[in-house]
């Protein structure tokens, strides 16, 4: 249920948005971020959401903005230099949950194959 406190919850590699969906319906405040200009435009249409469109090996983001942020099968496009830029996001007790899919037989550190115009 929680506490029913509405979150500023940022979305890394949102994609399609379908996440931001679930969030503002939910009732918190989600912001959504991805490297694709044609996720972004994806996301924003289907969520109504802000999304802001980052190269993953350059983010920027403001610091002690978010309660939460979600990084849902990307944090591995992220190089671990980068992620003391996203941990500075999160307010004082606020929570980064992170899920990765199962590896492909090798770990490339922060190499997308491409997937952003930063990395091709």
């Not at 249409?45 to 190269?55: A, K, M």
């Not at 992220?78 to 606020?94: H, I, K, M, N």
């Amino acid at each position: 249920q929680g506490s029913g406190r509405k979150l500023d919850i940022l979305d890394v590699c949102c994609a399609s948005g379908r996440d931001l969906v679930t969030f503002t319906q939910r009732g918190h405040r989600a912001i959504g971020l991805d490297g694709v200009r044609q996720f972004c435009e994806m996301a924003r249409r289907l969520s109504g959401c802000e999304v802001w469109q980052q190269d993953l090996l350059q983010l920027q983001l403001p610091p002690q903005r978010f309660d939460g942020i979600f990084c849902n099968a990307c944090l591995f496009h992220v190089p671990s230099a980068g992620l003391p830029d996203v941990l500075a996001a999160l307010r004082p007790g606020g929570i980064l949950f992170v899920s990765n899919a199962h590896g492909f037989g090798e770990d490339r550190e922060g190499w997308t194959g491409g997937r952003t115009a930063g990395t091709r």
